[in-house]
Every structure is written in C-alpha cells, then in structure tokens.
C-alpha cells in the first residue's frame, strides 16, 4: 500500500532554515508528481509545492517563493522541501502527499501523517 512518511520538522528561528523529507513507498514513485501542503493552527489546507514526476518543473506557492525549494530523488523515491529564511507565519503541520499523474498540480490522493514545523524566537 501506498505509504508518504515525512520528517525533518522541528522548531527554527525566524530567518533559520529546515529541510523536510518525505520517503515513499508502495508505489512507481517516479511516475507521480510530488507535492507539499500544509495547515497552520486553525486555518485550511494551503498547497505549498509540487514537482513533476520527471524533474522537469516545480511550482510553489506565492507565499513561499523564493524561500522554499521542492526537489526530488527518483532512484532513493524520496521527495525533499528545503525552507530557507523561515517567518512565524511557516509554523504548520507539513504534508507529503502523492500526485495522481505525473503532471497533476493540485489532484493529490495519498497524504502523509505531517511533520510539524514551528519557527519562533
């Protein structure tokens, strides 16, 4: 069966710097797109990344742009959010979740359990 498990999270300092990680398994990882998502405390789902099944395009949020960067290893089926010059409003519960074509942008059907980011002083 499909399994999406993240790690990584923690607690940053504004300015600071994470690098999360999702490994997957239970399906042809390198035929899906990939894709980060997360919830801050009592507000919705908000899309942060995707990347294509084959590298050849990511995309990401307004609000991350610049600061996050999704990338992926096909040969490890591993899919990474490196999260640079971090503010108070990152702090969420971070999901990993799976494409439903290599090319879907925001069709996801497997999610992981989350990995907590906080970024505070």
């Known amino acids: 069966q499909v399994q999406l498990v993240e790690s990584g999270g923690g607690l940053a300092q504004p300015g600071g710097s994470l690098r999360l990680s999702c490994a997957a398994s239970?399906?042809?990882?390198?035929?899906?797109?990939m894709s980060w998502a997360r919830q801050a405390p009592g507000k919705g789902l908000e899309w942060v990344s995707t990347i294509y099944s084959d590298d050849s395009d990511t995309f990401h949020a307004d609000s991350v742009k610049g600061r996050f960067t999704i990338s992926r290893d096909n040969a490890k089926n591993t899919v990474s959010l490196q999260m640079n010059s971090l503010k108070s409003e990152d702090t969420a519960l971070y999901y990993c979740?799976?494409?439903?074509?290599?090319?879907?942008?925001?069709?996801?059907?497997?999610w992981g359990q989350g990995t907590q980011v906080t970024v505070s002083s």
């Open positions: 979740a799976k494409g439903t074509s290599g090319r879907s942008l925001f069709m996801c059907d497997y």
């Open positions: 239970g399906f042809t990882f390198s035929s899906y797109a």
